[in-house]
């Protein structure tokens, strides 16, 4: 005890005399190293400090319980009583996976406790035969554990065992003060353990021999159970928090096997589903909250019913049931022997309560606790009941047990046909996502899919699912606490033509029910979409009605909370001891962050979140050592010139917005296609064509409802950010064909663009093309009439305009075409295939009519009828009985005019086919399809050869094209520059092309790293060229190879979203978006660098030689580049084929 009060004291001299002694031997490294861990230390210590002041107190192990016993709340206070109410409390809740039916009859018996019997195999086989009398949900759920098993490819996984280097590679960093153990080998043994190899090895062969054999440790079967309390002075045992502190070395090995193997091993095979947003251990903005917004922006944009199921599930990680969880493990690759020690060991488990007065020193087991479903003492029928179930909080295998639990409920779920079909407006992206899943809480999502079922209908089906999900809950042991449930209902009228939300008062008084373990159902609560609720600490809205700019707070619930964490700081602070320095770090390392989290979500106006902080401010500035009448511009002017420097949260949210939606746009995952399914909504709910983005928002904001979208455009607008982002054109049908809307903005008033925009979405019409016959002339007397909608395969809004609507939309297409409705200049020829969903075909005979329609692919055929006479308005066609007439191929597009007998007759016609003879003059060589790229620059030093690179094409066909690349930088010689060398080489043809750039930016940008992700940058552009020749040819993986592992790991998750804050993000995004785009696999490798300095060239393999020699023209390059000021590739901005790009 001595020691450790004058600790702080003997630490901080040991630290100064360190760097004196580097400073007199002149160790440069030595001295940054000290001095960064001088720096850190004293910054823990500072933060120390002012915790004590700003942050909330934190909960404690407890001293007493309350309970509710019989209505009458009881309190126990003496060890011996809370001892014996909590393990009686907390073993029955060990208990709960009892319940599941896995756990009760026949099948119970064959399959085992752990799922370790031959028919459990059999199941995941598909081959076993369900008892009479299975439940339902549980014969889903283990059809799903069955399609899961067959999917998965277990080739292709990590070796079941953990290695030395996992052991050091995971001590070495670990936090020794982590509490563990109840035998006393705490964290600090195996981190000196990890110092040294021989032990290192010792620890890690018990470890695998207890892996193998399936059989746990003596010691692991004995944990400690801390009780702390969730909210400081909350002692109700339903609200304390029980957690399981395991052996260390076992939660260790659960950690590595489960949690890291296993699960790299479903994210690698790409089967974790979208509906989990839990995946990487933390819960993330992309996940949660943009999918809530992305599915109410789709109800609010499209004006469909739609309603959110939030339920919460009871005793989430306790009350898993074993069985299921071995299913589980087992469809997903993992060794029956590994399953069986982490779920035995839970199971026989002696759990020691720790308490604020002593360790219990008896603990409590299965065998103590008996099991209780229906609160009654009952003697075990099977040995199994005298065992606990469930995962274990704290353990590390918990997390993803409950993952593949959950995926398994997600997955039998929606093969029942629940949850929500999306596609994109226009490019047809298709997408289902039945949930949000964060843990224990559930989003269950509904959407009216087929506008003929009626809202009762779509009730029904709602409860219908509720009812599902809650039952698979149940066969793994679970159950939903109807308390913590609640739904959301959203249904819409029309006022005078306007889309309107029906208030709480106006929905259907239909209630919602919960299913029970007990057979019961309960209630849940209906709530007003105008309420917002907290989801992982953000406030989400879901009314897409702005408040309006007379209301007298037009702030949103999150931005009152952002608010009120500055108000609570700012109360705290004031009455501290803390010197102005320190408040002013504390607001820059804790408050600001604290505040900025989940702003990407925020839907209020610019204005609105300006004003909410600067009055806050106002009040702040004075506790910071400031004079609060400093005017706005000193307030939030950078230290650099003199200003304070303080955060404008409305430019924080834009730069937050910005970020997210640049690391997403143009990714093939689920996340990447939510964000374009929201933008193509935009276009197609406002009809105006490009990046509308770029247009001024003030001037066409009235198109369009108030969305995330919307609301980045807005900001965009008033920070006058230019946000370009690529892919956005909707390709036109015809040639010289126009935009309804571009047209519209440019003859018509402003207050006349809403009414037409009706009209024109409730024919679901985008282009003129749409609205005319094929003759490119005559617009169509349904779309005059604005009456009878088409169906489109793009997505439109359900309207209904009045007959003033229509007035103005026959007004607005005089306006765009002419007084009798025929467009002045014809449109041109077809140049893809027509975006209406019914589309006639015929020949040049024209004695049949082929209707078909796109979204079903089912056809009928009309022919010419025997009876018909050539009227003025042509010959009729009717429906042909005869299935076994087959038209000839159709060579036109045609036009008909319906007629109430259910007959047409065919108005015009256009040629099928697109002519591509103007693209016949593609580039013949590599070299001149590169030649055609944006940033010529780069391409200064490519040697392909004499036959402009072709050979390389043909090296990819046979499968004998090996790549390398590599970077240099010298920051001796110029820390400004970077550069990157090429090499291309066929094994057969005996070819080798090179290429190298140099890139000059700054001192902080330049790097090596940066260099190897030019290089990447430079081989992917050449590939996607050689792509663009070969086209749908099938060839040999490309064999591509660098000496960076995370240019390596870069090209290995090509389609994949970058995380918050990525290093060199700009190439990356480049170098991913392009190597996506190519039509070949392309295979990457880690390839050691330098390994001529090793081993004789001879020696070398060809991949390392390579390597070698892509390193020296890097080098080579960069040396040159330097001391010739040859021009060099600009940075930045100007790379090639940006996703997106901003410019300030």
Avoid at 84 to 94: T, W
Avoid at 188 to 202: R, T, V
Wanted: glycine share 6%.
């Amino acid at each position: 005890m001595e020691l450790r009060k004058i600790a702080p004291e003997l630490r901080t001299k040991h630290l100064r005399q360190c760097l004196i002694t580097a400073i007199e031997n002149g160790d440069e490294e030595a001295i940054q190293e000290i001095t960064r861990i001088r720096r850190k230390e004293c910054d823990r210590k500072r933060r120390m400090n002012i915790a004590k002041y700003v942050k909330p107190n934190q909960g404690r192990m407890v001293m007493a319980v309350q309970v509710d016993e019989n209505g009458t709340s009881v309190r126990y206070d003496s060890h011996e009583d809370v001892v014996r109410v909590v393990n009686s409390r907390i073993g029955q809740r060990y208990k709960l996976g009892l319940r599941s039916p896995l756990s009760m009859g026949q099948l119970a018996e064959d399959i085992g406790q752990y799922a370790e019997k031959e028919a459990a195999q059999r199941i995941l086989d598909g081959t076993y035969e369900f008892p009479e009398g299975t439940d339902e949900a549980l014969v889903e759920l283990l059809k799903e554990a069955a399609r899961i098993r067959v999917a998965f490819d277990t080739s292709d996984t990590e070796p079941d065992y953990v290695t030395v280097e996992d052991f050091i590679s995971y001590w070495k960093s670990a936090r020794e003060k982590t509490s563990s153990s109840d035998s006393g080998r705490h964290f600090g043994h195996y981190i000196a353990a990890s110092d040294d190899p021989e032990l290192a090895i010792l620890h890690v062969e018990s470890l695998n021999i207890a892996a193998r054999r399936g059989t746990a440790l003596d010691r692991w079967k004995s944990a400690l159970t801390v009780l702390l309390e969730k909210v400081m002075g909350n002692i109700l045992i339903e609200k304390l928090r029980a957690i399981c502190l395991l052996e260390a070395d076992f939660n260790w090995w659960l950690k590595m096997t489960f949690a890291r193997k296993m699960m790299s091993d479903i994210r690698r095979q790409d089967m974790i589903p979208m509906e989990q947003v839990a995946t990487a251990g933390k819960a993330t903005i992309d996940g949660t909250l943009m999918k809530q917004i992305d599915f109410f922006d789709k109800a609010n944009t499209l004006h469909i019913i739609a309603g959110m199921d939030s339920v919460d599930a009871e005793q989430c990680y306790d009350a898993v049931n074993h069985a299921a969880t071995s299913l589980g493990m087992q469809a997903y690759g993992m060794s029956l022997e590994q399953i069986c020690l982490y779920l035995e060991t839970m199971a026989n488990m002696i759990y020691h309560l720790k308490t604020a007065f002593e360790r219990d020193e008896q603990g409590f087991s299965g065998a103590m606790i008996p099991y209780d479903p229906d609160g009654r003492a009952l003697v075990p029928a099977r040995p199994s009941l005298s065992y606990f179930n469930g995962l274990g909080q704290g353990s590390g295998g918990a997390p993803p047990a409950w993952q593949v639990v959950s995926s398994l409920m997600i997955g039998a779920y929606k093969r029942r046909g629940f949850g929500v079909w999306s596609r994109t407006a226009w490019s047809g992206l298709v997408y289902t996502i039945a949930a949000i899943l964060f843990v224990d809480d559930c989003d269950l999502l509904h959407m009216l899919r087929d506008r003929s079922m009626s809202e009762e209908e779509f009730l029904r089906r709602k409860q219908k699912a509720l009812r599902l999900w809650a039952r698979l809950l149940q066969v793994t042991g679970g159950d939903l606490k109807p308390a913590k449930c609640f739904w959301y209902l959203l249904s819409y009228k029309f006022v005078n033509g306007v889309a309107r939300l029906r208030r709480l008062s106006e929905l259907p008084q239909y209630v919602m029910f919960v299913p029970q373990h007990d057979g019961t159902e309960q209630p849940i609560q209906l709530i007003d979409v105008k309420v917002a609720k907290q989801t992982l600490g953000v406030f989400t809205k879901y009314d897409s009605t702005p408040l309006p700019k007379t209301a007298k707070d037009r702030r949103t619930e999150h931005l009152k909370y952002m608010v009120d964490k500055r108000v609570t700081w700012q109360k705290r602070i004031a009455g501290s001891k803390l010197s102005t320095r320190d408040r002013w770090f504390s607001f820059s390392t804790q408050t600001k962050l604290s505040i900025q989290y989940g702003i990407e979500a925020i839907m209020d106006p610019p204005d609105v979140v300006t004003n909410a902080f600067q009055a806050l401010y106002f009040m702040t500035l004075p506790h910071l050592g400031v004079n609060r009448y400093i005017t706005l511009g000193w307030r939030m002017l950078p230290h650099r010139y003199q200003g304070l420097g303080l955060p404008n949260f409305a430019l924080e949210k834009l730069g937050r917005s910005v970020s997210w939606l640049q690391r997403h746009w143009g990714v093939k995952e689920w996340i990447g296609v939510i964000i374009r399914a929201g933008f193509e909504r935009l276009q197609v709910e406002t009809g105006l064509s490009g990046n509308i983005l770029l247009l001024d928002y003030d001037r066409y904001e009235c198109l369009a409802t108030h969305t995330w979208f919307k609301i980045l455009w807005q900001y965009l607008s008033t920070f006058k950010v230019r946000l370009e982002i690529a892919g956005v054109d909707v390709p036109a049908t015809r040639e010289r064909d126009r935009v309804i809307m571009d047209e519209v903005t440019q003859v018509m008033d402003r207050s006349e663009w809403p009414a037409v925009n009706r009209v024109r979405k409730h024919l679901e019409l985008f282009f003129l093309s749409q609205a005319s016959h094929c003759d490119g002339v005559c617009l169509r007397e349904e779309v005059i009439s604005g009456r009878i909608a088409s169906q489109s395969l793009m997505e439109f809004p359900y309207e209904e305009p009045t007959a003033s609507d229509r007035r103005l939309w026959r007004k607005a297409l005089i306006l765009i075409t002419s007084p009798n409705f025929r467009i002045p200049i014809p449109l041109g020829k077809f140049v893809r295939q027509p975006y209406d969903r019914v589309v006639w075909k015929t020949d040049e005979q024209r004695q049949w009519l082929l209707r078909t329609d796109q979204q079903t692919k089912q056809s009928k055929l009309f022919v010419v009828s025997a009876n018909a006479r050539p009227t003025r308005q042509g010959v009729k066609y009717i429906a042909s009985e005869d299935v076994t007439v087959s038209p000839a191929s159709p060579t036109l597009y045609a036009s008909v005019q319906s007629h109430p007998d259910e007959s047409v007759t065919l108005h015009s016609v256009a040629p099928l086919e697109y002519d591509e003879t103007d693209d016949a003059d593609a580039a013949p060589t590599l070299r001149e399809v590169i030649g055609k790229y944006p940033n010529q620059s780069l391409w200064d030093h490519l040697d392909l050869g004499d036959d402009g690179g072709n050979w390389i094409l043909d090296a990819i066909r046979m499968g004998t094209l090996v790549g390398v690349h590599d970077g240099s930088y010298k920051d001796k010689l110029c820390a400004r520059t970077c550069s990157a060398g090429v090499v291309l080489f066929c094994t057969q043809q005996r070819r080798l092309a090179t290429a190298a750039c140099a890139e000059r930016t700054d001192s902080r940008t330049a790097s090596s790293y940066r260099g190897e992700l030019l290089g990447g940058l430079l081989m992917s552009l050449i590939l996607k060229a050689a792509s663009s020749l070969i086209g749908d040819e099938k060839c040999p993986p490309v064999r591509l190879a660098c000496d960076n592992i995370g240019a390596v790991g870069h090209g290995n998750n090509r389609g994949k979203s970058l995380k918050d804050a990525q290093v060199q993000a700009d190439v990356i995004r480049c170098f991913r978006a392009i190597l996506a785009d190519i039509s070949f696999d392309i295979t990457y490798e880690h390839v050691l660098g330098h390994q001529d300095d090793k081993v004789a060239w001879a020696a070398l393999t060809l991949v390392q030689q390579l390597n070698v020699v892509a390193d020296k023209v890097a080098q080579d390059y960069l040396v040159r580049a330097i001391h010739s000021f040859e021009p060099y590739t600009p940075g930045g901005l100007f790379l090639p084929t940006f996703p997106s790009k901003a410019f300030v």
